[in-house]
């Protein structure tokens, strides 16, 4: 098997290499022939690097402990889920495993396109088997997967104990399921620049890869703060650490995107804009990879130091430039006479939208860079922490919730005063109340009292725009308003599915805001059967019951949580010992209500279990948190279901394709 993987990932480094070749060859000397070769090549990458993903996985699963990579993340003892996940638990694994996405995704948009257009298409597919070159490369002569070791360990080092959770078999597959989709839409924006067509073309063939991006880069972020919440036992689920910032600043961008480009649909603007932002994206994640492997930035999240960084490093730079200098060459023709006509106008609240967004991708960006820059530069290595990006973040994220509501409501073109006073007299009344019960309830932070009052306008500009759908659909088609409601979202899923997502993001703000402003912490020291107290609930110790297996060690405490006097749960928090890593863990216990947490750490234990040390949080509304993100999920999914007018679309091109067979391939000697 290990000899297997090894052919298998030469033989896809040289598909890719042939692909891109065909690929030059056939659109410069209009061979079609060889346009559909290079397609084949790359659909046989893909089986290729399948191959070797399914070698190295067989090596986990069997304990094949002659291989470096098996023998330094698993072990005998290991559960079978994570020997699984294992693929993408340490260095090299995790760079075929992106391979292996990318080489999918690489497929299925060759596929979509192997009718559709001619012009750009073969160059997408060089600027995409050029990406997939880069990875195998580091996989075949820098990183080898397939390595082996001698003489053969008789056990493994296992995995690392952090990553021994559920959230890590889903959270990083998600993530790098974003970053690795995001390089269609930028092949296809590449492809629209070398070829000089710079319509909307490229946006159209590749909306629903961008939202699919933004899809996984959402619940790549939101699993990735749940696995801190769960395993770091800190009672928090973000710290602003190098790389969640890595995994943020392409979701930032990726929706100044999706924002972005519907003016240039509408209007015929933002062209450069919308290109730079995407190769942004872009840039964004493979800046990603470098931090996490380059060793040059300190995380809990990073792997350890390697020889990675500088191949990283200049591909990145290559990157930036080459799509940099393609934008300064195409910048004449990228100019669109369309201008602006009005700042109170929906184009210009997309574009201070945008503006924020990327306003906020660079405050992180630079706090992330910084510390390095500071090393390098000065020698003295500064320390960027949460309140440089809470203080600096803070604000931009109310004018970004502020910019949301404004949007919907708002006109093309230009919106007359009087317009502006009918359309947000409720949603500004509404986020006024919301401000003023905040204050009467007795607080007094003004970025609660503004994050409050703004997300309760927020929602009221969304609810007035589903009002305004279903009293339209009512009186013209006469249904009932629950039909109404359905057969709305139904027929403008786009529309309205952005809506649901902003919904989500409101929800997620404000449990962001709640959890972050009033979370109460106690850590004390009780021996068994005595009792504590935190906010409203009386924490009763039981005591410790040791459990070993041939895995870990553990010592699970019991604690009986009541409230005025009566039982409301049994909590269960635990110190680990993984054996074969020789490394502590914590395991905490939380009782999660859509008021509060309460959030339990067994932070010491003493040789008798009969004395033990408790940090409890209290944390109010980060229940909130989590919802918004299942909301924002939904609102992605109605936004990416084909409508009634795109199914029958999609049916009338199928039915076309069938009746004229030759169309899916161009004519010999045409386009």
Known sequence: MPDLGRLSLLIALLLAAYSVGANLYGASRNRPEFLASARHALWAMCATVTLAVIALWSGLLNSDFSLEYVAA???????????????????????????????????????QNRGRNPEIAPYAMVVLAVVAMFFLGMLNFVT???????????????????????WMAIHPPSLYTGYVSSTVP???????????????SWIRSTRRWA??????????????????????????????????????MPWLVMTAYLHSVMIQERKDMLKVWNLALIGLAFALTIFGTFITRSGVISSVHSFTQSGLGPYFLSFLIFVVVAYTGLLVFRSRDLRSPAEFESYLSREAAFLFNNLVLVGIAFAVFWGTIFPVLSEAVRGVKITVGPPFFN???????????????????????????????????????????????????????????????????????????????????????????AAALVNLVAKNNRRYGGYIIHIGVIVAFVGIVGSSFFKTEVKTTV?????????????????????????????????????????????????????????PATRVAIRSTPFADLYVVLAGLDDSGNQATFEVFLTPLVFWLWAGGLLMVLGTVVVMWPNVRERAAIAAALRGADQHPAMTEPAPGGE
């Open 144 to 166: 080898r997967p397939f390595d082996l070791i001698s003489p053969v360990p008789a056990e493994g080092t296992d995995l690392n104990p952090l990553l021994q959770n559920y």
């Open 186 to 200: 930028f092949a296809f924006g590449a492809a629209a620049l070398i070829k000089g067509k710079l319509d909307d």
């Open 73 to 111: 993340y698993s072990s005998t003892t290991l559960p079978t889920v994570y020997k699984i996940t294992a693929l993408w638990g340490g260095q090299q694994g995790s760079l075929l495993f992106w391979t292996w996405l990318l080489s999918i995704f690489a497929s299925i948009a060759a596929f």
């Open 211 to 248: 939202i699919f991006s933004w899809f996984f880069l959402t619940l790549g972020n939101m699993f990735g703060a749940r696995w801190a919440y769960e395993v770091l036992g800190w009672g928090g689920y973000w710290a602003w650490d190098p790389v969640e910032n890595a995994a943020f």
């Open 391 to 481: 203080r600096v973040n803070g604000p931009l994220a109310i004018a970004l919730m502020f910019l949301m509501g404004v949007g919907p409501l708002i006109a093309w073109r230009r919106t007359t005063p009087r317009n502006l006073v009918r359309s947000f007299a409720a949603p500004i009344f509404l986020g006024l109340a919301a401000g003023l019960a905040a204050f009467a309830y007795g607080i007094r932070a003004w970025y609660v009292l503004a994050a409050l009052s703004v997300s309760a306008f927020v929602m009221g500009t969304i609810i007035v725009e589903f009002r305004r759908g279903i009293v339209a659909r009512r009186h013209m088609v006469g249904e009932t308003s």
């Open 527 to 583: 021996r068994t059967g005595q009792s504590f107290s935190v906010g409203p609930y009386q924490l009763h110790y039981l005591g410790v019951f040791p459990v070993s297996t041939p895995h870990l060690e553990s010592a699970t405490a019991t604690i009986e949580v009541t409230r005025d006097g009566k039982e409301v749960a049994q909590m269960s928090p635990a110190k680990l010992f993984y054996r074969r890593q020789q490394q």
